[in-house]
């Protein structure tokens, strides 16, 4: 598995660190030859002394000022490579047969230096231009297979040590582009709340940095195990759901441990596991996949590719420590949507509080408006509670605080909501419903509550006392919720005037 994106380059600094032993080396033999030269006054020696000084001038204005500033800019890279050839093919045609062992140095030296600060093509370019140069003339003297290995060998040593130089570093780029990956997530992830919002995140991070034909997060439910994230060639598939048991992904969650399968071709040895397809009727061959566990979250992280061998050690490691991240970011979100959660509800009874009901009743109206439907408000209240407190005390009241909201839920849809209004008065919002049918929801309210069975500390069955309420209808009564509540309240205090047990208004007044 290979990064989609190249990895981040050296800085001409640390360029500037790796280079500077080849070219202080380099330097020392031109300084070398340039003083073995100054022997004689021949032509060649002068032409030696000539090509060792601008050999000597131009690595220090490399070293100093070039590589500073237009280090691996594709101009520079290529004039350098050029330059660098030409010179090394002259000085290899110049020097004498006493010291020509100096231009395999000087040679092997300049390739890795062009390789070191501009990479592979340029290296090889270098060579080209040295070939270029100095074959011609070489060639015409190899009679022997010596004299063709003692010009070819540098060139191929050259070879093999820029490949392991430039493999290393590929190899160090590869970490630090890794690093980089799982900072930058952990950054943008720590900073959502969101469970959502971290999902897009290691999707797009999965997407941009890695390479697999599948990949997929996991959280477990029950006997299943949702995928919350699921793609699959070139497709998503989230929502899906899978057996815990008997797949790979259930295996991992199961022994809490990290699973390397490079080649599925093989058999797979692990207990209770099967052949499991998902997503495209295809077959992965390779497979990895890492635990997700924390307080609120249990699930799996999981890459595979239709092709064997596709990941290594390293891609493990790599999904290992975004899954610790996201784990970590998913139990926080799920812990503040608790947090936030708790914060809507009131504490005894588990439905809304008064000032989340509020909030969720504006919304729905401006849902109303914008779909010209109705919404109808019940404002419910129990009978006579100050009395039955005093007669069965307040922990049997709570129980018919619960026995009247279970009643209520029983009756409403999932879209409908209910809010304790305060002490035993409850409001129940009702989308999309009229006053006749907000008056039969009320109607099997009361039923429902009163064919429940509350007990007392001694485990006595105590009479379920009666309920009052009032509906009201938005907008067709009232065009703003504050005039709806007030509306809805004002009925619920008629039926309790007129004998409680009531709902108000009845039906002769919704058949009008």
Not at 227 to 250: A, H, Q, V
Not at 325 to 348: F, G, P
Not at 458 to 464: A, G, L, R, S, Y
């Amino acid at each position: 598995m290979k990064s989609r994106k190249p990895v981040t380059p050296f800085s001409p600094h640390e360029i500037k660190t790796f280079v500077m032993p080849l070219i202080l080396a380099s330097i020392l033999v031109l300084a070398g030859i340039i003083y073995a030269s100054t022997d004689g006054s021949t032509t060649t020696n002068w032409l030696l002394v000539v090509c060792g000084i601008v050999g000597i001038l131009y690595l220090l204005v490399t070293n100093t000022i070039v590589i500073r500033y237009v280090i691996l800019r594709r101009i520079y890279s290529v004039i350098n490579a050029v330059f660098s050839g030409i010179g090394l093919g002259i000085l290899s045609l110049i020097l004498p047969d006493g010291i020509s062992e100096a231009s395999h140095i000087v040679i092997t030296f300049g390739v890795l230096a062009v390789a070191t600060m501009s990479g592979r093509v340029y290296a090889y370019l270098t060579m080209l231009a040295i070939i270029v140069v100095s074959l011609p003339k070489h060639f015409a003297a190899m009679t022997t297979v010596g004299m063709a290995l003692e010009y070819f060998t540098p060139l191929v040593v050259s070879v093999v040590v820029m490949e392991v130089i430039i493999r290393l570093q590929e190899t160090a780029n590869e970490h630090i582009h890794r690093l980089e990956t799982i900072n930058k997530v952990s950054r943008e992830i720590m900073q959502t709340l969101d469970t959502k919002q971290t999902i897009s995140l290691l999707d797009s991070t999965i997407h941009e940095t890695l390479i697999a034909d599948t990949y997929f997060i996991g959280i477990r439910k029950g006997d299943e195990i949702e995928l919350e994230l699921f793609f699959d060639d070139k497709e998503y598939f989230n929502g899906t759901r899978i057996p815990l048991d008997g797949t790979l992904s259930g295996w991992v969650i199961k022994n809490e441990k990290e699973l390397y399968l490079p080649d599925l071709q093989d058999d797979v040895d692990l207990e209770g596991v099967k052949h499991f397809v998902m997503g495209s009727e295809k077959t992965s061959l390779s497979w990895i996949g890492v635990p997700l566990k924390a307080e609120n979250v249990t699930g799996v992280l999981a890459l595979s590719s239709y092709t064997p061998n596709a990941f290594d050690r390293a891609d493990l490691e790599l999904l290992s420590n975004l899954g610790q991240h996201v784990t970590l970011a998913l139990d926080n979100t799920i812990k503040h949507a608790l947090v936030e959660q708790q914060a809507r509800l009131d504490s005894l009874t588990g439905v809304y509080n008064h000032e989340y009901f509020l909030k969720q009743l504006a919304e729905r109206a401006k849902e109303a408006d914008e779909s010209n439907t109705l919404l109808s408000l019940i404002m419910l209240d129990i009978d006579y509670f100050k009395q039955f407190n005093d007669t069965y005390g307040h922990l049997v009241g709570d129980r018919i605080l619960e026995a009247l909201c279970t009643a209520i839920k029983h009756n409403i849809k999932q879209n409908d909501a209910v809010g304790r209004w305060g002490g035993e008065e409850f409001a129940i919002s009702l989308p999309g419903a009229d006053g006749a049918q907000a008056l039969q929801i009320a109607k099997r309210i009361s039923q429902t509550l009163g064919n429940l069975r509350v007990e007392d500390l001694e485990h006595k069955t105590v009479p379920i006392p009666t309920i009052s309420q009032g509906i009201a209808v938005y907008p067709i009564e009232a065009n703003e919720i504050y005039h709806l509540v007030d509306a809805a309240d004002r009925r619920l205090y008629v039926a309790k005037e007129r004998g409680r047990n009531q709902i108000e208004p009845g039906d002769d007044f919704w058949k009008n």
